[in-house]
């Protein structure tokens, strides 16, 4: 019965080690997406922060005071940024949130299924408050 299990085990070893052999000696890039930053900003650090969504529930409006990219890693949003009109923004896909244009939402597509976000905001060496909550009464 060892024998049986020690050359499983030898015969286990041979195929993991042939299929590491097999990949290619990097892993593969693919390019999510190009983001200009208008006005140009010194950066010296990026904040990054997870972003967790109920089914439905929306981020209310607000605004950042440094340019902040998001990437959809579970679920699908809607947002409306500025003067843009809403957009769908899949899982897999990259969002810009430009310094001081308010968003107006971002909101999990799905009534029944959680949703994510991991955002980088890209700081300078004087930013501070990064995220400014617009007081809906204030319109």
């Known amino acids: 019965m060892s024998l049986r299990f020690g050359a499983g085990l030898v015969v286990g070893l041979a195929l993991a080690a042939s299929a590491a052999q097999a990949q290619p000696p990097i892993p593969a890039r693919t390019p999510l997406a190009i983001v200009p930053i208008a006005p140009e900003k010194a950066v010296s650090r990026v904040e990054t922060t997870r972003v967790d969504f109920a089914p439905g529930q929306a981020m209310p409006e607000h ?40 968003v107006h939402y971002f909101r999990n597509a799905s009534a029944t299924a959680p949703a994510q976000l991991t955002c980088a905001s890209l700081a300078g060496a004087q930013d501070r408050m990064l995220n400014v909550m617009l007081d809906p009464k204030a319109k």
């Open 63 to 102: 605004k950042h005071t440094v340019p902040v990219i998001c990437f959809v890693t579970a679920g699908d949003f809607l947002t409306r940024i500025g003067d843009a009109p809403e957009t769908k923004a899949p899982q897999g896909s990259v969002t810009y949130e430009p310094a001081q244009v308010v």
